[in-house]
């Protein structure tokens, strides 16, 4: 997958400014190098650096440091799938699973000084768990490993609290992809608030019509440790 990035040395608050501005309205990426921090440069890029520009090798890291965040984990092509450099695809796992299940923690521990009241995790996921998307093994892997989480915790923790892993679709089951309804999820994540049984884990759900139940989720088998060795051999 190609990506569009501005990456503009020695910005300033006006004509570079003006230039990140409207790159970034035609949807381009853009990174700014500024000599020196201010208040005011901090929003005028995706990514805002500092660095002197009279060190050649500063420079350099600057550029590398553009470059990874402006391309994340995704690989240049579909058969290209492990070219990005491993610390990408750590960092979509840290935002996408190791943030769900700090997340989760702190909500176990919170659940637990509830005596009444509604207690649900609601993870805002999408239809990578149930897809192989080649040109996205970062964000895909941490999205399907989430959604690991939340099914087990679906069904280890149900007596206590609910879990749920929120994807909206289309009226024909298909991922909305980035066309999300900010108003479906507001409406779905109410509802699954104000149950008082543990619902489908993977709430696949269809603005204006609620929850649908899709062909290409997959419910897997619960099985605590001592259950699955105590089938071995059978």
Known sequence: MSRKVILLYGSGPNVGAAILKKFAANGWKTAA????????YKDSADLVLQAD?????VIQKVYTEVETYAFESCSSDATNLFAAPPQNLARDLAVNTVGCYAAASSAVAGFRKLSLGPKVFIFTGNGFPTSIVPEQPGLGSGKAAS???IETAAHALKEQSHWYFADERLSNGNPVMTDLSGEAHAE?????ALRKEQGPWNYTFVKGKGYIKCSDVVDHAYTPLAKLFANIGK
């Open 147 to 149: 959604a690991y989480l």
């Open 188 to 192: 779905a994540y109410y509802d699954l």
């Open 53 to 57: 520009f009279a060190d050649a090798q």
């Open 33 to 40: 190098v500024v000599r020196t921090m201010k208040d005011e």
